[in-house]
């Protein structure tokens, strides 16, 4: 899937609020085939950012691109056939079983006439398996842990067999194993299925770890952006989140490890943090 | 993990998995939310819930049944066997001209009605995810009454059809447009709605205040809502209203089911998320105001006929169709209790949809509260 990969790209791209702007002249680059983290302090733009890359949001200027058309003018069934979001924190109707939840996700594949094909139910069953929900398939959604109910969410999402898939903020609220569960979920859908994964994340170091490209903001505009380990230093990390922090290595993955320092507590080791 | 084409996971639990097909052959493990059925030739498939139609068919029959009773009762009471005859079109002809002329155009009010409270009901509460977001919550049905009771009062105007119409549709545009900053949203349209039916209520209860002791009587008449003395001219423009409305709402189903699970995750679906909502609220007012109007507002049944359908059906959201049966049945049921319960007493009809849908309100509301979710 790698070759054709869907390339998603914003141009001069301003967004807004009534009278706020909170991204002003922004370009970006998403790389085909990878998976994009995007990392940033709270109203860094992030999330609002994503939301215009999967037309959630109308620019007040500029334009998102899909493979070099412009967002506005695809129809809008054939934009959800190419590309998938995953709202923060959704909320699942009362009673309404996984494998409903999931078969929903079929809905840009499907006609009034054509609401189950066979495709839609293979699509779904195999969304199911990915995300290890298929023996709970006839479980009410709102029963299911917050892990269960996440991967449930993600299982409609991976349903709806687009190669691009925007996530924002997909492990909300999830203590850490399901954190990392969910985030392994999503590593494994870019390597085994090729998808190209954009996400919205708060943790820095599961972001450095899962990150193929990150992209850190603040105030609306991209900071750096590249691999995690090119770009993570102490003075981005003061420089984007206002933190004085170390870097170090992850004994398990080697990517960058962010330590905070905070008040309280002086760097064990011999030299004071450099500051930006 | 069993593979999903294999016919290895068979004792799936729920019996979702199925193996027999029309063709002898054995199927795919099915995850979807009903029994899948496919016709490939003509590509088309769906998925039915069997527990659904079941519910379908009981209201229906309830509705049925009710509608009979309904009709045999009267000063001239006339068996049940007859009934059924008389609306074939045979038995003799005192019968016939009785249930035409007299008994029919009431109980037709009372179904068409029902099922256009029902549905519109259920339009809305999908529409807005909010059980308690129904029209005779949100202002649609009390401004019908307050155009109503003015005509009434004020003593001008086309008549109580004419104006309960204009009443609910006036309404329903200021609530749409009141609730409109960029689009619409679910919960806006609830609050302003509330308010709105607030408004209409103060509004009506001061015309009423104001009117002479005839007008407020016979405005208070109209305002329980009653099925007494109808005629075909209510029913006829209902049933046209009905015969649009219905099939008009049967295709925003596909979207209303990507609706209920909020905005974005809606538009991310490819729904076109604020045409929907705007035509599931033209369907859904549409069917109240011509509903009010031949009718009268009979509440709660708009808000508890979809509520009553789901639970039935066992489906996370109310079904459309079962829930204009359950309000139909609801209604015609209520104006049999409402004939008898006293006896030589009648009482209008809409005393009885309040008195047995308050506590379905109460229920609602003490369900709502414990979910922590009201939309």
């Not at chain 1, 914003?10 to 991204?23: I, Q």
């Not at chain 1, 999402?157 to 997909?170: C, F, H, I, N, R």
């Not at chain 1, 008040?263 to 930006?276: S, V």
């Not at chain 2, 068919?57 to 309830?62: H, I, K, M, R, S």
Request: proline share 7%.
């Amino acid at each position: 899937m790698t070759n054709d990969a869907p390339l998603l790209r914003a141009e001069g791209l301003r967004l807004g609020y009534d009278g706020r702007t909170v991204v002003d002249g922004l370009d970006l680059e998403i790389p085909p085939g990878r998976v994009t983290v995007i990392v940033g302090a709270n109203a860094c733009g992030k999330s609002t950012l994503l939301r215009a890359m999967a037309r959630l949001l109308a620019p007040r200027g500029g334009s998102v691109l899909l493979d070099g058309q412009v967002l506005r003018s695809v129809p809008t069934r054939e934009l959800a056939r190419r590309l998938g979001i995953l709202p923060q924190a959704p909320v699942a109707p009362e009673g309404i079983t996984v494998a409903d939840l999931v078969g929903r996700g079929r809905s840009p594949h499907q006609t009034w006439w054509r609401q189950w094909s066979a495709r839609d139910e293979r699509a779904v069953s195999t969304a199911l398996e990915a995300t290890g929900m298929d023996e709970l398939a006839d479980r009410p959604v709102d029963e299911l842990s917050g892990g269960q109910r996440q991967r449930a969410w993600i299982a409609m999402a991976v349903a709806q067999e687009t190669p691009l898939l925007l996530l924002d903020e997909p492990t909300t609220y999830l203590d850490l194993a399901h954190q990392i569960d969910v985030l392994d979920l999503v590593a494994d859908l870019n390597r085994r299925e090729g998808r190209t994964v954009v996400m919205v994340l708060h943790d820095l170091n599961h972001a450095c770890r899962y990150a193929d490209h990150m992209v850190a903001m603040k105030g609306g505009r991209v900071v750096a952006e590249g691999e995690p380990s090119a770009i993570v230093t102490e003075e981005l990390v003061e420089d984007v989140f206002g933190l004085r922090c170390h870097v170090g290595s992850d004994p398990v993955s080697g990517t960058p490890l962010v330590i905070p320092i905070g008040r309280h507590h002086a760097p064990a080791t011999a030299d004071e943090p450099r500051r930006g | 993990m069993a593979t999903p084409d294999g016919p290895t996971r068979l004792a799936a639990p729920g019996g979702r998995s199925r193996l027999a097909s029309s063709d002898g052959r054995a199927r795919v493990a099915s995850f979807a939310a009903g029994v899948p059925f496919r016709l490939p030739r003509i590509a088309v498939s769906g998925v039915l819930r069997p527990r659904l139609l079941l519910v379908c068919a009981a209201l229906a029959a309830t509705a049925f049944l009710a509608f009979c009773q309904g009709v045999a009762m009267g000063d001239v009471h006339i068996p049940i066997p007859d009934v059924v005859r008389a609306l074939f079109g045979t038995g003799d002809g005192g019968t016939l001209l009785i249930v035409r002329e007299f008994r029919l155009p009431r109980a037709l009010t009372g179904l068409l009605a029902g099922f256009a409270f029902g549905l519109s009901g259920a339009l809305f509460q999908t529409m807005t995810r909010n059980p308690l977001a129904s029209p005779d919550m949100i202002g649609i049905t009390q401004g019908a009454g307050t155009a109503v009771v003015a005509g009434i009062v004020l003593g001008f105007g086309p008549g109580d059809q004419v104006l309960g119409m204009a009443g609910a549709l006036v309404t329903a545009l200021l609530v749409y447009a009141l609730a409109w900053r960029r689009g619409t949203t679910g919960y806006r349209i609830v609050l302003v709605g509330v308010g709105l039916a607030w408004m209409c209520t103060s509004l009506t209860d001061f015309l009423i205040a104001r009117g002479g002791r005839f007008e407020a009587q016979a405005a208070i008449g109209w305002l329980v809502g009653n099925l007494n003395g109808r005629a075909w001219s209510h029913v006829e423009p209902l049933a046209i209203a009905t015969a649009v409305l219905v099939p008009a709402a049967l295709p925003l189903g596909r979207w209303t089911r990507t609706l209920q699970l909020g905005d974005d995750v809606a538009r991310g679906l490819g729904t076109p998320v604020q045409y929907t909502r705007f035509a599931l609220m033209i369907v859904g007012v549409g069917l109240v105001a011509f509903g009010t109007a031949s009718a009268g507002p009979l509440v709660f049944v708009a808000l508890a006929a979809p509520q009553i359908a789901q639970r039935l059906a066992g489906t996370p959201w109310p079904p459309p169709i079962a829930s204009g049966l359950a309000g139909a049945a609801a209604v015609l049921s209520a104006d049999v209790v409402a004939r008898v319960i006293v006896p030589g007493t009648e009482l209008p009809v809409g005393v009885v949809t309040g008195a047995c849908g308050a506590p379905v309100l109460l229920w609602l509301l003490v369900r709502a509260n414990r979910a922590g979710s009201g939309g």
